[in-house]
Nanobody, 123 residues
Framework: QLQASGGGLVQDGDSLRLSCAAS????????VAWFRRAPGKEREFVAA????????RYADSVKGRFTVSRDNTEDTVYLQMSRLRPEDTAVYYC??????????????????WGQGTQVTVSS
């Protein structure tokens, strides 16, 4: 079971790091994606990382501010968020497909979702 953690309440311009881990089989050998859903908005792709981590993809809205990485010894994927803005406020989710590469499907409709973590950026 996937679980995103690390959310919280921060101020405009602050940084925050989210983590994604899984019980049981874990996320080893899988590409992992981050999504977010803001109140009243559609779910949005944020970032993705392949296995073992050579390739990454970002939404234009976060490029240059967010960094996705993974620690394969800890079987954890991270989303480092810097220069946060109020419009980054959302519930953030991690998700996987049973594939090691970043596919269009992973970036649009992955098979497995974790519980989200709330990120709130105050102005």
């Amino acid at each position: 079971q996937l679980q995103a953690s690390g959310g919280g309440l921060v101020q405009d311009g602050d940084s925050l790091r989210l983590s994604c881990a899984a019980s049981g089989r874990g996320i080893s050998a899988y590409a992992v994606a981050w999504f977010r859903r803001a109140p009243g908005k559609e779910r949005e792709f944020v970032a993705a990382i392949s296995w073992p981590g050579r390739s990454t993809r970002y939404a234009d809205s976060v490029k240059g501010r967010f960094t996705v990485s993974r620690d394969n010894t800890e079987d954890t994927v991270y989303l480092q968020m810097s220069r946060l803005r109020p419009e980054d406020t959302a519930v953030y989710y991690c998700a996987v497909n049973p594939t090691s590469v970043i596919t269009d499907r992973l970036r649009s409709s992955p098979d497995y979702w974790g519980q989200g973590t709330q990120v709130t950026v105050s102005s």
